[in-house]
């Protein structure tokens, strides 16, 4: 059944009060991170080695709002190079306790460090010689008793006028947490490429693991002609090609040179060349910027803002052309 919603006691909105609540909030949650600081000793320094010397997965636990914080810090620690998932207490004892083994490290949260799920799991953890690390509010409660390692996260308030509902204290262990996952991320040597390789289909992902490869245009869709061919062939295979340009090659498809918008532009405002007759040889931009196909797309988008171009050809270590991308490939990839 539920319990029913109180009336609030006037409909009036007072700015003053509410503003007031909310920086008391942000002050007291602030005040109790700044107490954490001094309690980063021997004891994180020894949870960190436990977590870096297991050869399974940290495996976290917690019941209630410090099980929705659990959750979060496995999701940072596993996508910061700690293999590690959540396990909800009251399920592991129905079987899910099973999914922990005996090679993995058991992170277990509680404020009190009396939660009733998961001191039931504590023996079967324990049994198995598990090592426990957890993050309580009570050094002297049971879990923190019966720990390998204790990080007290207490705090001396919540920010809750009521003193009921976890603020303050879930911030605390929230911190506690990703003080735990960067630590590891620097011990372990995690790089940017590492964290890319965890979120592919990020912002980050797409920047560090996309290639040129990946989004270039190949065989017929690269447009190509060769030295002798005329102005209008040449706009003939840029417009058929979509690129703007068309790479101008030799008969091993050698780079000779690019045939752009620019270069057309250029053409016709030089009273000193016939349209009608010239070959596209005579009016190609010569040693044009090209890029690998096993570069990354993000340099491909570099290159073309540092030069203001907006299309790139791929060639090989021969200098054939291989492929050819511009600046929409790069935008449909969100490269750019």
């Known amino acids: 059944m539920n319990a029913p ?10 700015a003053a009060s509410i503003m007031q609540s909310a920086r008391t909030v942000i002050a007291t949650e602030a005040a109790a991170i700044r107490a954490l600081e001094p309690r980063i000793d021997q004891n994180f320094v ?7 010397g297991c050869k399974g997965r940290l495996v976290v636990t917690g019941m209630g709002k410090s099980g929705h914080v659990g959750r979060k ?8 190079g700690t293999p ?10 129905h079987g899910d306790l099973g999914m922990i083994l005996p090679q993995d490290v058991v992170l277990a949260l509680s404020n009190s460090g009396e939660t009733d799920e998961i001191l039931f799991i504590l023996p079967v953890i324990k049994r198995q010689g598990i090592p426990l690390i957890s993050i309580t509010g009570n050094p002297d409660s049971s879990l923190a008793g019966q720990s390998d390692v204790h ?10 006028p009521l003193g009921l509902a976890p603020t303050a204290s879930t911030t605390a262990a929230l911190v506690m947490g990703d003080a735990l996952a960067i630590a590891l991320l620097e011990a372990r040597g995690f790089t940017s490429e590492d964290f890319a390789r965890s979120h592919p289909a990020g912002s980050l992902g797409r920047r560090l693991l996309l290639h040129i490869s990946d989004v270039m245009h190949t065989g017929p869709g690269v447009p190509m002609i060769s030295p002798d061919a005329s102005l209008t062939k040449a706009l003939m295979e840029m417009t058929r090609k979509h690129l703007g340009m068309t790479a101008v090659v ?8 690019v045939f752009t918008d620019g270069d057309l532009r250029r053409a016709l405002d030089d009273d000193g060349v016939d349209l009608r007759n010239a070959k596209v ?12 196909a096993d570069k990354l797309a993000i340099e491909a988008a570099q290159l073309m803002e540092k030069y203001q171009i907006h299309a790139l050809l791929v060639v090989d270590h021969a200098q054939r052309v291989v492929g050819a991308l511009n600046i929409h490939d790069l935008l449909r990839a969100r490269v750019v």
């Not at 919603?5 to 007072?14: E, F, G, L, M, Q």
């Not at 810090?73 to 910061?80: D, V």
């Not at 990080?151 to 809750?160: M, N």
């Open 73 to 80: 810090i496995a999701a940072t620690l596993a996508s910061t």
């Open 281 to 292: 040889s005579d009016l190609m931009t010569r040693g044009p910027k090209v890029i690998s």
């Open 151 to 160: 990080l007290d996260a207490g705090i001396s308030a919540e920010a809750c």
């Open 5 to 14: 919603i109180a009336k609030p006691k006037s409909t009036r909105v007072d």
């Open 46 to 52: 020894d949870a960190c080695r436990l977590i870096l």
């Open 84 to 93: 590690a998932f959540f396990v909800h207490p009251g399920e592991a004892s």
């Open 250 to 257: 030799d008969d091993d498809q050698r780079l000779l040179g």
